[in-house]
């Protein structure tokens, strides 16, 4: 179980006797909710941008949902159902949700640079939202680090997934929109994952406050 | 052969069979709108539309794939979730997972597959209604609130974070139809406060994972709020008391003091001020209409007539001083003659200001001269002053004790004033001087008591002219003369009465000869003899001012000698003057209507101008009717 570990405050001076504590420590159910509440706010956004490409892209033949087994993340063991979710320790579920957080940053960056010449109507807003998803997923993966500190040294690996697509997503129309579309969905479920395992971390460390569960 | 019919007969069948067997059998149609649902994230279930079965029995089956692997299975449970359905069960169902998912309809002719869909379980969520939803209203009586709680739906696992769920919660009372949501967020409970004393509502719950779909409304959970505002009606009712109590009042200080207020509101316009005028019919502005409604119509004498009559009247002699006021007298304005007259003790006596201080002031003038003048001048229609003039002079002529010196001016300013004594003759019958035919001209005005008479008019024959005598109102005073023009008209001193009673507006009555002037007259400069002068012969009496012998008849006592009476007041128009013995000569006969004259004792001098003589009596009516004159002069006057 994760314990309770104050933050070292910055401001707190070595001598402990005289001095007061300048901020208090963040507890760290209250440090899970906030990660959550940032993971949730990602998946929301890539959400949005599956959408709102569908919404312009021309399916031809009928759109199928890329294989996210080709996602460059497939190869990061997870949960399949909730039972096995259950089992994984908490350090593994950070460890996880850290690996795929960490996994998205070049895509990300790929992504962000490709919205710009987006053959869509709605780069602009697409674009937008990508750095948007760049931006959170910054301070999430900060606040991870900062979590992680606290649940021991397990917490703290992650599994390096490289994203080897390249930074050209494509020469044609066609092919840039698909292999869009394609790491869109991999974000999409990638993003849930991320969001699902803290949550459950949430909660688990929410025994005090078990109304939240 | 009748095998053979068999054998045909057979053939008919099998083909008749075959052939029916072939119709409307068709293989079945395309299964449309797959969709799936998991409640809990941990199963999920998937519903076809089946096409059309083709005629035939029509099986479907639903077969999926899973991302990354080529695999088909086939649904695993078609019956628990219904018809058309297929559940997944946990042991079946991944999450993260694509499922690749195609439902085949078959039947003896064919089979149809369906357009597959790509699921992933998470994305799918959408769980059951919350239940236990419990509504209790608070124990607190004055101000009670709902207290609404719920619990989620058992197979969510919201305890180990694996669904996190957020609420809302909706009422509304049991008879209206909009709903009033709430947001509760992850919170299983709720209170509602400001409800409606004694309503009933209903309230329901629902829910929603992070990702995905609201649930279901659970089932109305009813509850009663008791009435904890009973106050609301007894105070109510205090204050439309309280509120009623406070109108009462003040509607009450209103009617009290309603006239006071309506009178600061609304300031009385100040009216004119001539009895029998209508005021509505001034304002019409018609001045035609308004002098013929004043004037009778014959009462102007014509010019033929007008101007015999102008000759023979009365030359009034009217002293310098005398001049002045008469001067101003050029417009019928009440002004001219107030200003000149600060005697006058009644506002609406114009005429009795007026006459007082004609009676005092004007001497006769020139009778004939002034008169003639003044008639001829006043034969003009438009010219008001003239006529006036010629009026007042006969109103002087009348009037005037002292008639010294008769002059033209003077008996103009005398006439002038006259019509001041007549104060509703420069707004009545002044105007009806303005008129082709000026009324005053034929008018001799010679108060005497005896032209008082009660209940009749009194005797004023001013007019000329038969015809002028109706349209003469004002207050003429009616000429008694004895028998001779050169008679003082002892009508002065009626005249003076009756100016005095016109200036009480009718109230006295003038004392008949001899003491008109008491009235009134007595602050008034001593009234002038008129004397008749000549008479005319169709019915004027021409009268010029005498010096005053009587000067100190003002006195109250009536009979003075130089006074002519009236002996008989005709109740048309008549006016019979009596002879004074003692001024048998002086005394100034008005002419008056032939039957009158034929019994007075008048003069022969007097009798020609019997026939002219209008008798102001009717003109009196008249003018009492116009309200102005005289009531005095028209009822009060004694007959002596």
Same mark, same amino acid.
């Given at each position: 179980m994760l314990e309770k570990k104050s933050l070292p405050c910055l401001l707190r001076p070595a001598p402990v006797v005289y001095l007061v504590a300048m901020c208090r420590a963040v507890p760290v159910n209250d440090l899970l909710d906030r990660a959550s509440q940032r993971s949730d706010k990602m998946h929301s956004l890539s959400t949005l941008l599956t959408q709102e490409m569908d919404s312009h892209f021309p399916p031809y033949g009928r759109m199928q949902m890329p294989r996210p087994a080709d996602c460059h993340t497939s190869a990061l063991q997870t949960p399949n159902d909730k039972e096995q979710a259950l089992q994984v320790s908490e350090s593994d579920l950070m460890s996880l949700a850290r690996s795929l957080l960490q996994a998205w940053v070049d895509p990300l960056a790929v992504l962000s640079t490709s919205a710009i010449t987006l053959p869509h109507p709605s780069k602009s807003s697409i674009s937008s939202k990508i750095q948007e998803l760049q931006e959170h997923s910054k301070s999430l993966a900060d606040g991870l680090d900062i979590l992680s500190g606290k649940m021991g040294p397990s917490a703290q690996a992650i599994s390096f997934l490289p994203y080897t697509g390249g930074t050209d997503l494509g020469q044609d129309r066609v092919t840039i929109l698909n292999k869009f579309n394609f790491l869109l969905s991999c974000l999409r479920r990638d993003s849930h994952k991320i969001d699902s395992f803290l949550k459950v971390l949430r909660c688990r460390a929410a025994k005090l406050q078990p109304e939240l569960c | 052969m009748k095998k053979v019919g068999e054998v045909v007969l057979l053939w008919l069948l099998i083909l008749f069979i075959h052939n029916a067997a072939g119709e409307g059998y068709s293989p079945p149609g395309k299964p449309t709108n797959i969709s799936c649902r998991s409640p809990e994230k941990e199963t999920f279930t998937c519903w076809w539309k089946p096409g059309s079965d083709g005629g035939l029995p029509t099986t479907y089956a639903l077969y999926y794939r899973k991302e990354g692997s080529q695999r088909v299975f086939e649904c695993p449970d078609y019956k628990t979730a219904g018809k058309n359905s297929c559940f997944f069960s946990k042991n079946v169902t991944f999450v993260w997972v694509n499922y690749n998912i195609t439902v085949v309809a078959t039947n003896s002719r064919g089979r149809a597959f369906s357009d597959p869909v790509d699921i992933d379980v998470v994305y799918i969520v959408k769980p059951n209604p919350p239940e236990e939803v419990v509504v209790n209203v608070t124990e607190d009586k004055d101000w009670p609130f709902l207290q609404v709680s719920w619990k989620p739906p058992k197979m969510a696992d919201t305890r180990s974070g694996w669904i996190t769920l957020f609420y809302e919660v909706r009422l509304k009372l049991e008879n209206k139809n909009k709903w009033e949501v709430v947001s509760a967020g992850q919170r299983k409970t709720l209170q509602i406060y400001s409800l409606r004393s004694g309503g009933t509502y209903e309230v329901q719950v629902r829910c929603k994972p992070d990702h995905g779909f609201w649930s279901e409304w659970s089932p109305s959970s009813r509850v009663k709020v008791p009435e904890y505002f009973p106050q609301e009606r007894s105070m109510w009712i205090l204050i439309v008391v309280f509120a009623a109590f406070i109108l009462i009042i003040f509607i009450r200080m209103v009617y009290m003091n309603f006239h006071s207020v309506k009178r600061y509101l609304l300031p009385p316009v100040p009216g004119p001020k001539i009895k029998g005028i209508d005021k509505q019919f001034l304002k019409s502005g018609k001045s035609e209409d308004i002098f013929s409604s004043l004037v009778? /119509?014959?009462?102007?004498?014509?010019?033929s007539n007008y101007e015999d009559f102008l000759v023979q009247y009365l030359e009034v002699y009217v002293p310098e001083e005398r001049e002045l006021i008469m001067n101003e007298g050029k417009d019928l304005q009440d002004d001219s003659f107030k200003t000149e007259n600060s005697?006058?003790?009644? =506002? /609406?006596?114009r005429g009795s200001c007026d006459s007082h201080t004609l009676l005092t002031d004007k001497g006769g003038g020139d009778k004939e001269d002034g008169q003639q003048s003044d008639q001829e001048g006043s034969q003009a229609e438009a010219d008001t002053k003239s006529q006036e003039e010629a009026l007042e002079e006969e109103l002087l002529a009348c009037s005037h004790e002292n008639l010294q010196s008769s002059n033209v001016s003077n008996e103009k300013e005398k006439v002038k004033s006259w019509p001041s004594l007549f104060s509703p003759l420069p707004q009545y019958s002044f105007s009806p001087v303005n008129r082709p035919n000026p009324p005053k001209t034929g008018k001799q005005h010679c108060l005497s008591d005896s032209l008082f008479t009660p209940n009749s008019m009194p005797s004023y024959f001013t007019q000329p002219g038969p015809s002028t005598t109706k349209g003469f109102r004002s207050n003429y005073w009616e000429c008694s003369f004895d028998h001779k023009q050169s008679h003082p008209l002892h009508p002065q001193s009626a005249a003076h009465e009756h100016l005095q009673a016109q200036n009480d507006l009718n109230t006295a009555h003038v004392d008949y000869m001899g003491a008109p002037l008491d009235v009134h007259v007595l602050n008034v400069r001593p009234s002038e003899y008129v004397e008749v002068q000549r008479v005319s012969v169709e019915d004027g009496v021409l009268l010029h001012p005498v010096s005053p012998s009587q000067e100190d008849s003002r006195t109250l006592s009536h009979q003075t000698e130089d006074y002519s009476r009236v002996r008989v007041v005709n109740n048309d128009n008549g006016l019979l003057l009596l002879?004074? =013995?003692?001024i048998e000569e002086e005394k100034s006969m008005c002419p008056y209507q032939e039957d009158v004259v034929s019994r007075a004792s008048i003069t022969p001098t007097l009798q020609n101008s019997a026939t002219g003589i209008n008798i102001a009596l009717p003109i009196l009516d008249e003018m009492a009717a116009s309200g102005y004159i005289d009531t005095a002069i028209m009822f009060g006057l004694p007959t002596h």
């Amino acid at each position: 179980m994760l314990e309770k570990k104050s933050l070292p405050c910055l401001l707190r001076p070595a001598p402990v006797v005289y001095l007061v504590a300048m901020c208090r420590a963040v507890p760290v159910n209250d440090l899970l909710d906030r990660a959550s509440q940032r993971s949730d706010k990602m998946h929301s956004l890539s959400t949005l941008l599956t959408q709102e490409m569908d919404s312009h892209f021309p399916p031809y033949g009928r759109m199928q949902m890329p294989r996210p087994a080709d996602c460059h993340t497939s190869a990061l063991q997870t949960p399949n159902d909730k039972e096995q979710a259950l089992q994984v320790s908490e350090s593994d579920l950070m460890s996880l949700a850290r690996s795929l957080l960490q996994a998205w940053v070049d895509p990300l960056a790929v992504l962000s640079t490709s919205a710009i010449t987006l053959p869509h109507p709605s780069k602009s807003s697409i674009s937008s939202k990508i750095q948007e998803l760049q931006e959170h997923s910054k301070s999430l993966a900060d606040g991870l680090d900062i979590l992680s500190g606290k649940m021991g040294p397990s917490a703290q690996a992650i599994s390096f997934l490289p994203y080897t697509g390249g930074t050209d997503l494509g020469q044609d129309r066609v092919t840039i929109l698909n292999k869009f579309n394609f790491l869109l969905s991999c974000l999409r479920r990638d993003s849930h994952k991320i969001d699902s395992f803290l949550k459950v971390l949430r909660c688990r460390a929410a025994k005090l406050q078990p109304e939240l569960c | 052969m009748k095998k053979v019919g068999e054998v045909v007969l057979l053939w008919l069948l099998i083909l008749f069979i075959h052939n029916a067997a072939g119709e409307g059998y068709s293989p079945p149609g395309k299964p449309t709108n797959i969709s799936c649902r998991s409640p809990e994230k941990e199963t999920f279930t998937c519903w076809w539309k089946p096409g059309s079965d083709g005629g035939l029995p029509t099986t479907y089956a639903l077969y999926y794939r899973k991302e990354g692997s080529q695999r088909v299975f086939e649904c695993p449970d078609y019956k628990t979730a219904g018809k058309n359905s297929c559940f997944f069960s946990k042991n079946v169902t991944f999450v993260w997972v694509n499922y690749n998912i195609t439902v085949v309809a078959t039947n003896s002719r064919g089979r149809a597959f369906s357009d597959p869909v790509d699921i992933d379980v998470v994305y799918i969520v959408k769980p059951n209604p919350p239940e236990e939803v419990v509504v209790n209203v608070t124990e607190d009586k004055d101000w009670p609130f709902l207290q609404v709680s719920w619990k989620p739906p058992k197979m969510a696992d919201t305890r180990s974070g694996w669904i996190t769920l957020f609420y809302e919660v909706r009422l509304k009372l049991e008879n209206k139809n909009k709903w009033e949501v709430v947001s509760a967020g992850q919170r299983k409970t709720l209170q509602i406060y400001s409800l409606r004393s004694g309503g009933t509502y209903e309230v329901q719950v629902r829910c929603k994972p992070d990702h995905g779909f609201w649930s279901e409304w659970s089932p109305s959970s009813r509850v009663k709020v008791p009435e904890y505002f009973p106050q609301e009606r007894s105070m109510w009712i205090l204050i439309v008391v309280f509120a009623a109590f406070i109108l009462i009042i003040f509607i009450r200080m209103v009617y009290m003091n309603f006239h006071s207020v309506k009178r600061y509101l609304l300031p009385p316009v100040p009216g004119p001020k001539i009895k029998g005028i209508d005021k509505q019919f001034l304002k019409s502005g018609k001045s035609e209409d308004i002098f013929s409604s004043l004037v009778v /119509s014959d009462f102007p004498p014509t010019t033929s007539n007008y101007e015999d009559f102008l000759v023979q009247y009365l030359e009034v002699y009217v002293p310098e001083e005398r001049e002045l006021i008469m001067n101003e007298g050029k417009d019928l304005q009440d002004d001219s003659f107030k200003t000149e007259n600060s005697t006058c003790d009644n =506002d /609406s006596g114009r005429g009795s200001c007026d006459s007082h201080t004609l009676l005092t002031d004007k001497g006769g003038g020139d009778k004939e001269d002034g008169q003639q003048s003044d008639q001829e001048g006043s034969q003009a229609e438009a010219d008001t002053k003239s006529q006036e003039e010629a009026l007042e002079e006969e109103l002087l002529a009348c009037s005037h004790e002292n008639l010294q010196s008769s002059n033209v001016s003077n008996e103009k300013e005398k006439v002038k004033s006259w019509p001041s004594l007549f104060s509703p003759l420069p707004q009545y019958s002044f105007s009806p001087v303005n008129r082709p035919n000026p009324p005053k001209t034929g008018k001799q005005h010679c108060l005497s008591d005896s032209l008082f008479t009660p209940n009749s008019m009194p005797s004023y024959f001013t007019q000329p002219g038969p015809s002028t005598t109706k349209g003469f109102r004002s207050n003429y005073w009616e000429c008694s003369f004895d028998h001779k023009q050169s008679h003082p008209l002892h009508p002065q001193s009626a005249a003076h009465e009756h100016l005095q009673a016109q200036n009480d507006l009718n109230t006295a009555h003038v004392d008949y000869m001899g003491a008109p002037l008491d009235v009134h007259v007595l602050n008034v400069r001593p009234s002038e003899y008129v004397e008749v002068q000549r008479v005319s012969v169709e019915d004027g009496v021409l009268l010029h001012p005498v010096s005053p012998s009587q000067e100190d008849s003002r006195t109250l006592s009536h009979q003075t000698e130089d006074y002519s009476r009236v002996r008989v007041v005709n109740n048309d128009n008549g006016l019979l003057l009596l002879q004074r =013995d003692a001024i048998e000569e002086e005394k100034s006969m008005c002419p008056y209507q032939e039957d009158v004259v034929s019994r007075a004792s008048i003069t022969p001098t007097l009798q020609n101008s019997a026939t002219g003589i209008n008798i102001a009596l009717p003109i009196l009516d008249e003018m009492a009717a116009s309200g102005y004159i005289d009531t005095a002069i028209m009822f009060g006057l004694p007959t002596h």
